[in-house]
């Protein structure tokens, strides 16, 4: 095979790498930027025909596009152009997409431009962009929300990470035990889930008769992508005596697989609580080391997948705030490292960080998580200051979601989020047991 585009850029404009260490692929594009468009773009992937046929697709999509219209590329979009991938195979365009996007946001930090702008660019589709205009304000949009909402007897949910303006209409803001709590208690017709897509569909294994609407579809966590099924089903196989503890960052498939699930609020509880020696904890290896030194007595076979927007945050980053505010305490999401986790006086859930912050003596925090967290921080504990890492993390997908496509969704009652029914039933048992304990 001899792919187009293959090879590097030296002194590139941006450059952008990703890893999934489960299958081992290894993905790098380097990009040229000319008058805002991507005028370069080579690439250096290691791993499968599909991994490298996807860097090749992924490549020539983008080659010529605007920087705002490249970021809109997403995993969906290179499968349809390769013909459609199996879902085993789905990691792989999602990796692709991820590391053209790092490359992107590599080379608009280095211009200066803020990330937020970036992503504002990447989260408005036509469609939205020209209902924006027309109404012309948020005054608006959030007035058509609130009426749409009452007329379709529906609830807004909305994950902490979310835009501002996102969090500012939701019924409940909240992490992901929060928000599945909520969601299992929910009597209205329709639950609009404001986070990602693994979020949605365990609102849709806690409600099958219930509309579930993500608006915008493509919010995914690469994270949840980095545990394709079949690979569970393998590992299952390869340790047969393991209890099986998904984080719930998920499909459904993988939570059908499951003997239990939990989130960061709860992973060493549930994980202290299982009967069973032998814990498969998965995928997020930085949760199982961390679960892994909270119930020593138990055997953690972690998965070997991160969440990039974590995985990103160094204790430099953390400390080149600190050195800013030498009074502030330092509170971290479990999914960061173990070094930074071993600085973090709290180390917490998102909606812990809160609880934290409110318990703490402390006036000052730095916030060790996806920087949007500091909005429904300062919301909560006005009295007290809050300071995103130096890196300002931030989750793309998280920010996809946009007024006007929560508009949208509601108008039309589109995309629904759903799974099937045989998924469902076996993936409702770990969630319930999670919710119950
Ligand atoms: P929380 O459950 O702590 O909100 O975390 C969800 C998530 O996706 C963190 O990256
Ligand atoms: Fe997934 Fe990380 Fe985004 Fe959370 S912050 S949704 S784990 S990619």
Redesign the pocket.
């Known amino acids: 095979m001899n792919p187009r585009n293959a090879g590097e850029i030296e002194n590139a404009d941006g450059v952008g790498e990703v890893g999934n260490p489960v299958c081992g692929d290894m993905m790098t594009f380097y990009i040229r930027v000319d008058q805002g468009r991507l005028s370069e773009i080579k690439f250096k992937t290691f791993g499968c025909g599909v991994a490298i046929a996807v860097s090749s697709m992924v490549s020539e999509m983008a080659l010529g596009r605007a920087v705002g219209e490249a970021l809109q590329i997403s995993k969906e979009d290179v499968a349809e152009r390769l013909g459609g991938l199996p879902s085993e195979k789905m990691h792989c365009s999602n990796l692709g997409a991820d590391a053209l996007r790092r490359a992107i946001h590599d080379y608009l930090d280095r211009q200066g431009n803020t990330k937020e702008d970036s992503v504002e660019h990447s989260a408005q589709g036509a469609q939205d962009r020209i209902l924006e205009r027309s109404l012309l304000d948020d005054d608006v949009l959030v007035k058509l929300i609130l009426e749409e909402k009452r007329k379709k007897n529906a609830v807004i949910l909305v994950?902490n990470?979310q835009r501002p303006d996102i969090q500012d209409i939701g019924d409940f803001v909240g992490d992901s035990l929060g928000l599945a709590l909520k969601a299992s208690e929910t009597d209205m017709d329709v639950i609009v889930f404001c986070?990602?897509h693994?979020?949605a569909e365990t609102a849709a294994i806690l409600n099958p008769d219930r509309i579930v609407l993500l608006p915008e579809i493509r919010a995914?966590?690469?994270?949840?992508d980095m545990a394709p099924v079949e690979a569970v089903r393998r590992a299952k196989e390869l340790h047969p005596n393991a209890v099986v503890v998904s984080y719930v960052?998920t499909t459904a498939a993988v939570k059908a697989e499951s003997d239990y699930c939990c989130t960061s609020s709860n992973a060493v509880r549930v994980t202290r609580e299982v009967e069973g020696e032998e814990i498969l904890f998965l995928p997020?290896r930085n949760l199982a080391a961390y679960v892994a030194k909270h119930v020593p007595e138990k055997r953690i076979i972690p998965w070997d997948g991160y969440?990039?927007?974590?995985q990103d945050i160094t204790v430099k980053d953390v400390m080149e705030v600190l050195a800013n505010h030498p009074g502030a305490e330092i509170i971290a999401h479990p999914?960061c490292t173990e070094e930074v986790l071993s600085v973090a006086d709290h180390i917490r859930s998102t909606s812990g960080m809160v609880a934290a912050a409110l318990e703490s003596s402390a006036d000052e925090f730095v916030v060790a998580?996806?920087a949007g967290m500091v909005y429904p921080l300062r919301r909560a504990v006005p009295n007290k200051s809050f300071y995103p890492t130096a890196n300002e993390?931030l989750?793309?997908?998280?920010k996809l979601i946009t007024l006007s496509k929560v508009l949208l969704a509601l108008e039309n009652l589109e995309p629904r989020v759903t799974v099937p029914e045989d998924v469902r039933v076996r993936a409702l048992l770990p969630v319930e047991r999670m919710l119950s304990l």
């Open positions: 994950h990470y986070g990602v693994f979020m995914g966590c690469p994270m949840a960052n997020d969440c990039h927007v974590h999914e998580t996806e993390p989750c793309p997908n998280m």
